[in-house]
């Protein structure tokens, strides 16, 4: 079974170590414990996804152009800035937090376009992006300042975005993978303060 071919059900699989081998050259600089670990136990699964397609902005991108072509121009704004908002947090993530999510140096060119598959979003990811955007989620006016708090409000709205773009990516069948829910990261609510007229 390490090294050799087994029988999975009908099928002849790799052996284990083989498998590991395959995943590792697969996912190259893209590589992550998790993403990993999620290769590897659906390794033998006959639905295979389209990595071309494995990219969270991507699949943004389709849904504002069909946002778009329905004239649903609010709804594909707030895409846009959700987007935007995911594309400086991996522009601005500090080099202790890259290292930790094992994620890849982006381009220095900001003209070249950012991948991030959905395998490497993951609930430290989303926390981390949580805190981020409480701490810098707000672009600065000046061209090179430093961001400012964003309201928890915001980061909802952000992030059920980026839910929605992850059941997109479910039902194409571009991933498996959903960080969300009661046992794994949960979406803060905006506090409702209210407030009586005189």
């Not at 069948?173 to 005189?198: C, D, H, M, S, W």
Request: glycine letters at 6%; hydrophobic letters at 35%.
């Amino acid at each position: 079974i390490l090294y050799g071919s087994f029988r999975d059900g009908t099928e002849t699989v790799s052996g284990y170590h083989k498998r590991a081998a395959e995943i590792v050259d697969k996912l190259g600089s893209k590589f992550t414990f998790e993403a990993f670990k999620y290769e590897f136990d659906n390794y033998t699964k006959k639905n295979q996804y389209n990595n071309l397609e494995n990219n969270i902005f991507n699949v943004i991108d389709d849904i504002i152009s069909n946002l778009w072509k329905q004239e649903r121009i609010a709804n594909s704004n707030s895409y846009k800035t959700a987007s935007q908002s995911l594309k400086r947090f991996l522009r601005e993530m500090d080099k202790g937090v890259r290292a930790e999510l094992l994620l890849p140096q982006p381009p220095k060119d900001a003209l070249k376009p950012l991948t991030l598959s959905f395998e490497q979003i993951t609930v430290n990811f989303l926390n981390h992006y949580e805190n981020w955007m409480l701490q810098y989620g707000r672009k600065s006016q000046k061209k090179f300042g430093p961001g400012t708090p964003t309201s928890r409000t915001t980061v909802g709205i952000y992030l059920r975005q980026i839910r929605a773009v992850f059941n997109e990516a479910i039902s194409r069948k571009i991933t498996e993978n959903y960080p969300f829910g009661k046992r794994a990261y949960v979406i803060p609510a905006g506090r409702n303060i209210k407030k009586a007229l005189t």
